[in-house]
Structure formats: C-alpha cells, structure tokens
C-alpha cells in the first residue's frame, strides 16, 4: 500500500510539472502541488528501501557537495560555422543547394545559454553531461535533475531504449534579475548576464543552490544509433510528445527568401522574449542529405548560425571610476544610468585605457551610446554630442592609485598606467593570490575570490607563501566555510606542493609571463635558481622569451620582498626543479609546430601530443616553424604569413598520422547522419507565420558549442 501512494504521487507530481514548467497551463494550486510533495518526502523519508533517484522530490535539490567526474560523450558536440552576413548565408545555402539539389531547412532561434547532453534509458534520465572541450563533459546529473523542465521519466510510448537528446540550459530573464538583486543585497559580485549565471549556476557543488536559481532547459536534437526517423522536424515533434520540452518558435523553410524573412522578424522580436537569443540556427531538415552533405573538420556542413548584430543603447554616463588588476594595471570604468541592453541592464561598461578615453573626449554626464561586444562585454562605442551639456569639462585622467594613492606610472609602448605598489596595494596582493591558485597555476581548489578577500582582510595572509601556513582551525570559523570545507582547502594547499616548476613558475604572476613562456623557461633552465642568476642576454635564448620579457623577469627576482616570499614557497616544498620527462617517441623531434584554430580535441591536447613527440610549440608563426597545424576557424592572416614563408600546413588527420594516432576518434555514423564523435546538437525555432506540418521545435545551438 504504502510504495503503491509513493509510485502514486510521483505520477501525480510528474504530470503538474510538466503542465506547470513546460506546457505553462497548470491544473492545481501552488499549494496543492505542495502538499502533494510534502507528503512524498514524508513517505519516501520513512521508507528508504523505496528511493528513487529520478522521484520528483530530488527537484529540491541537496545540500551535500560533489566533486564533478569528467565522461567521454558517445557523440562529440562539435561546432557550428556562424556569420554576420546575409551575402555568407546566401552563399552557405547555394552551396548545399548545388551539392544536395533542392532541400527543406529548419530555422530556429540561437538560445544564449550553456549547452547540455541528457541521456535517457528505458524511459529514465541516467546522466546529463555538460559541453566540456566537445569530447569529454563534466557529469552534472544531480543538478540538471533539480531543473523542473527536464523529464526525469519519459511520458507516451515509443522512445528507443538508449538515445540522447541535447539542449541549452538557460536563465530566463526573470531569474537572472532576481539572483542578481539577491547578491547585490548581500554585497556579492552580479553575474553579468543570463548565459554566465546559467553556466556558474550549473556547476554549483550544492544542487540546492541550483534548484533555488530557476533554471530552464530547451532540447533541440536527438542522437542515437536506432532512432525512427528521417527528419529533424519529424524527431522534435516526437521528443515533445515524450514530455522534453521543445521551443515553438521553429520553423521549415523552403528557401532562401523564406529564411530572409524568419531572420528579419527575430531580429525585432527577440526583444519580447522572456530569455536571451544572440542569433538564428539554419539546418537542413532531411537527415539523408545530411548525411551526404558531411562534415569538415570541426563542423558539419548542412548547418549554420547567423548572428545578430549587437544592439545599441543610449544612455547617461554618470561617472567614472578606477579598477587596480594584479600586475597593478588601471582600467577605467564607465558608470551608466541602468539601461536595457540586449536583454539584460547594463549599469557598467570598461573604457579600456587614457588614450581610448581622449580618443572619445568621454565626460561624466555625457550620453553615450552603448553595446555589447558579441552580446557580452558592454562597450561605450561613441558620445551624443548634441546632448552633452553646456557646462561640460574635459575629463582629467587620475595620477594616483585608487586604492593606496600611490603615484601612477606608464611604460614605454603601453597605452595602461600602473601602480608600482606590488607589495602594499591590495587588489593587487588579491590579484596574484588568485592568480597563483588558478588551475592551470597551482590548482588550490575550494579557495574563490571571496575567500580570498576574507582571509586577506582578516590577516591570516598576506601574499601567496602565507597560504602554505594556513591550519584548518583558521578557517572553519570564517563566513561561509564550515570545518569540512576547511579541511578540504588545506589538502588542497598541500597537493600543491606536487604540482610541476613550469606550472609554479606562471603562478608567480611574473609580468608578461605566460603559460607558454613560464613552460619554455622552465625547459631551457629547468630550475627556479638557473632562471633568478641568468642575465638578460641568457633570458632571451630561451624560446618565446624577448627583451621585454626578460627585463620583466630580471625586475622580478631584483625586488626583495618577492625573492622573500620565494624563499618561504621554497621551505614549503614546492617544485623549483624541472622533472625529467620521458617520451613516447621522437617522431617530432627537432621540429617546431603553431597549433591554431579549432579540432576534435583540444588545443591544450594537440600541443601535448606535440611535446610527447619531441616536438616544440610555438606560439607565433615565423621562419623557425616548421609545420602549422591548421584547424577550424583559424585566422586568415597566420594561414596567409605560414604560406609566404613557405611552412608545411598540416591538417588533424595529417598531423595524428605523425604522431601514430590517425584512427581517432572514431566515426561511427548515427541514424540521424551524426558520427558517433561528431553529434550534433538540435533545433528549436519559431516564425513569423505558423509552422508547417504541426510539428513542436527544438531550443537552439550555441556558437563554438553545438550544431
């Protein structure tokens, strides 16, 4: 009796969900839902033996945290090829029309959010995977079960066994307005807009946290081995019947005018939109000719997203204020009256520098035109000068720092000003501490920029040696925290002490080191000590390393407060030496490579496989490169240098042949025309006049993520 009210209740539940989150046509009361849910979790809270991990009450979500463990997606979410132009998509689609013949196309809205893998057997949410690098994603399963609008179970009949379906994860509007005005209320940094809270907010540790921030999911493309059918159009029209929730606004389109025509009236409607949408996804609708059409590389050929142009606001500058970075860097920031802006209220906006600012003859209370840089970054692109009013003063560039009053100061060739204060100005302190615990620096988990802030001002450090003194009976009582987060940072602090000299080396935040400098450094010196006695001259025998870089590097190890706090990291046991590293084979050796543009693995991946070779990477095209590795996407100015100065342009197949790894990945080939490493992501849409065939659509596919 007792597991047939249970197995009752989720049913029950199950059905008002999705009338509630998807259909938005409730049939009960707020109140009634709720006291149908209160007495499941009182049920399932006495009888343990009947949990079920897909039960509707997992949607509260957890307070216990999880590490996220990384899964090799069966299909690989690859990339989809974008344009600005309408000539480009003309182009596109005359193409596929000379290569396929005539062929139906769906056109669909581009939701701005962060893409999502959810794998369903025998009816039943089993894992949802994030994008991660398109062939590995993080496993975020126990927080996409909190979102109300993801099935946990399948409703109707004829889903196959084992399928996938992608989608986006979004935050609408609405709860992006009220998580940014919760955090502003309790002093916390706002989110600066809907794709970033969704994407932070899906990776919270604490799936209460995300079950708390309305998030919502728009599935747009099936993928699996025997899926029943022929069509993109005719697959969402069944993913909605099976209860995933499938965006309306999609539709077919027989040709190029009736494409124009879906893009031109999103391109004003999408301002009454409840969520974000930076453009309009094109794909063909037949997965025959998918099929033949292909892939290149990185992409599939018979799918494209046009972009919207960035909107423009016009609003109020009402002042301008500094922010001091790490290497003591000072950038200016615009102050606005709130404006609407692409979906969101834009209050801030950089000025980039001085030069930029004159350039501008920007002045507080000017009105000034405003728009977001690929719909993200707010930038001031010009001033109203009718409107500026009659009073108004050039604007007078700051010569002390905002934050220790320290004299400015420029260098030579560099459009910033700096505060030479390293040792005494603390967002600088903060700026290198969190640079230090960086991932690919030393990789101190648990440990964010509040935390820092908070032991900073609460003394406990006072740059990044004083972390390696740290006891956890320090930290547990600090806001926040808790004993089992402190223990957890200290372990973390002391696994540290493993990570390899180069990685250590870019953690010192030395000036205009970078990853790859700090890597070339520590092979050609392989210890901290050779690095600190070698002379200028010496620096810049190394590869990647000029003049600027070594005076940088010979001003570091000069200043004694920073050769003390060496001497500290020293007694804490971090690497100061380069280990040996063995090779798989010298198939590469005494060759120098350029890795650029986009592959089936990452870059970080193709550069390794080089090193594991013998190979060299290099950063810049020039006449000590031997091969250039050409992916997608790649800028047409490196590829036009490489050809003049005659280097050898490799593709990834060419290049995994080198390297004895051409049979990966491999290319099994879906029933919807997807390699079982290439899936492609699905379509939502919706249009000007309503859809043919009576068919739901699909959310959309992001840019760089999912076709």
Not at 271 to 279: A, E, H, S, V
Not at 447 to 453: C, I, K, P, S, Y
Not at 577 to 585: I, N, Q, V, Y
Request: proline content about 5%; overall charge negative; aromatic content about 8%.
């Amino acid at each position: 009796m007792i597991r047939e009210r249970i197995e009752e209740l989720r049913r029950l539940l199950d059905y008002h969900n999705h009338k509630y989150y998807v259909e938005n046509a409730p049939e009960i009361s707020d109140f009634e839902f709720d006291t149908l849910m209160h007495e499941l979790q009182r049920l399932e809270a006495e009888h343990p033996e009947y949990a079920d991990p897909n039960s509707p009450s997992v949607r509260v979500g957890s307070d216990l945290c999880a590490e996220f463990r990384t899964v090799r997606h069966r299909y690989a979410m690859l990339s989809l090829g974008n344009t600005y132009s309408l000539e480009e998509l003309h182009e596109f689609l005359d193409r596929i029309e000379r290569e396929a013949g005539p062929t139906d196309y769906v056109c669909e809205l581009k939701f701005d959010g962060t893409a999502i893998s959810l794998t369903y057997e025998e009816g039943q949410l089993v894992q949802a995977l994030t994008r991660g690098d398109g062939v590995e994603g993080d496993d975020v399963t126990a927080n996409v079960r909190t979102i109300r609008s993801v099935p946990l179970r399948l409703r109707g009949e004829g889903w196959p066994a084992l399928f996938e379906i992608r989608g986006e994860i979004l935050m609408p509007y609405a709860s992006f307005d009220r998580l940014n005005a919760e955090r502003e209320a309790n002093g916390e940094p706002l989110f600066a807009n809907p794709r970033n809270a969704a994407a932070g907010t899906l990776k919270q540790q604490a799936s209460a946290v995300v079950a708390r921030r309305g998030l919502d999911c728009t599935l747009y493309q099936l993928a699996g081995d025997n899926l029943p059918f022929t069509t993109h159009w005719e697959s969402l029209a069944k993913a909605r019947e099976w209860g995933f929730k499938v965006s309306e606004h999609m539709r077919i389109c027989h040709d190029t005018a009736q494409i124009d025509e879906f893009i031109a009236y999103w391109d004003e409607a999408r301002r009454q939109l409840p969520f974000p949408t930076d453009g309009v996804v094109i794909k063909v609708n037949d997965f025959a000719v998918r099929r033949q059409l292909g892939f290149t590389a990185k992409a599939p050929k018979w799918a494209v997203a046009y972009k919207f142009k960035a909107e423009q606001a016009l609003t109020r500058l009402e002042s301008i204020s500094f922010q001091v970075g790490r290497t003591g860097a000072v950038t200016p920031v615009a102050n606005l009256e709130p404006v609407l802006l692409a979906g969101t209220t834009v209050r801030r906006a950089t000025l980039h520098n001085a030069e930029q600012m004159a350039l501008l003859d920007i002045r507080p209370g000017d009105m000034v035109y405003v728009e977001k840089g690929g719909e993200i970054i707010p930038k001031i692109t010009g001033v109203e000068l009718a409107q500026r009013p009659a009073d108004s003063l050039p604007f007078r560039y700051i010569d002390r720092c905002p934050e220790c009053g320290t004299p400015l100061v420029r260098y030579e060739g560099e459009a910033k000003h700096y505060c030479p204060n390293q040792s005494g100005c603390r967002p600088q302190i903060i700026g290198r501490m969190l640079h230090f615990i960086r991932r690919k620096a030393m990789d101190i988990e648990g440990l964010g920029e509040e935390t820092v802030e908070l032991l900073y001002d609460n003394g406990l450090v006072h740059d990044i040696s004083d972390l390696y003194d740290l006891q956890a009976g320090q930290l547990a009582p600090l806001p926040r925290l808790g004993e089992k987060s402190a223990d957890n940072i200290i372990r973390s602090i002391r696994r540290s002490t493993e990570v390899p000299f180069r990685r250590v080396l870019f953690g010192l935040g030395i000036r205009f080191v970078g990853e790859t400098t700090a890597k070339y450094l520590a092979e050609h010196f392989r210890s901290l000590d050779a690095v600190m006695a070698a002379s200028r001259e010496e620096l810049v025998e190394a590869d990647e390393v000029g003049e600027k870089i070594a005076d940088a590097i010979r001003e570091y190890f000069a200043d004694a407060e920073n050769l003390r706090i060496i001497g500290r990291l020293r007694q804490a046991g971090l690497q100061f030496e380069e280990a040996a590293r063995e090779l798989a084979s010298e198939a590469l050796a005494g060759r120098s490579f350029v890795v650029s543009g986009r592959f089936t693995r990452s870059r970080d991946e193709m550069k390794e496989l080089i090193e594991l070779h013998g190979g060299r990477n290099l950063a810049a095209v020039s006449g000590n490169v031997d091969y250039l590795v050409a992916g997608e996407k790649m800028g047409p100015a490196k590829l036009k240098k490489a050809e003049k100065l005659g280097i050898r342009i490799l593709s990834e197949e060419e290049f995994l042949r080198m390297v004895g790894e051409a049979d990966a990945p491999s290319e099994r080939i879906s029933q919807t025309g997807l390699p079982e490493e290439r899936p492609e992501p699905a379509a939502p849409t919706a249009g000007p006049r309503p859809q043919e065939g009576a068919a739901p659509a699909s959310g959309s596919a992001r840019e760089q993520e999912l076709f």
